[in-house]
């Protein structure tokens, strides 16, 4: 039998502390999904207007595009962090800094773009423009006179 001062080794082993890219990396997850959360509604919008007899409707639906940059913009914020680690200039946590900053003004734009869009197809359908060019996943339904009842 041994004796009790012989082991070498502690029973339990302290668990070392996440480094501070890890608690990074795990704001990054939780502000990615808060601001997809949040371009949802920016990106959903719907508006009406009659001219000439003819009536448009435009529905804006969620578009796939830009969940994809946020994400695009945080993989390749926290790939290049991660390869610039311990760097003098531009280290991980300034480039995690301007991931975040990224993966936010790509929330703000969708946004600010919501009514620079519905002023644009106003403008376009009251201009002639029946099929104007408009970002994102835009649906037009056009009924004309004889239809509207």
């Known amino acids: 039998m041994g004796d009790a001062g012989e082991l070498t080794e502690p029973v339990l082993r302290a668990q070392p502390a996440p480094s501070q890219l ?45 969940t994809l940059l946020t994400i695009g913009i945080a993989l390749v914020g926290f790939a290049v962090a991660v390869g610039r680690r311990g760097a003098s200039r531009f ?19 969708v946004w600010l773009l919501m009514p620079v869009q519905m002023a644009w197809v106003q403008w376009a359908v009251e201009h002639g423009q029946s099929h104007p060019f408009v970002l994102g996943d835009v649906v037009e339904t056009t009924r004309y006179a004889d239809y509207l009842g």
Do not use: N, Y
């Open 91 to 109: 280290d991980e946590h300034t480039v995690m800094g301007l991931t975040l900053a990224g993966v936010l003004g790509v929330t703000v734009a």
């Open 22 to 66: 890890t608690k990074d990396a795990r704001w990054l997850v939780v502000i990615v999904a808060l601001c997809i959360l949040f371009q949802q509604p920016g990106s959903t919008w719907g508006t009406t207007f009659v001219h000439a007899g003819q009536e448009f409707d435009f529905r804006s639906s969620p578009a796939l595009g830009t």
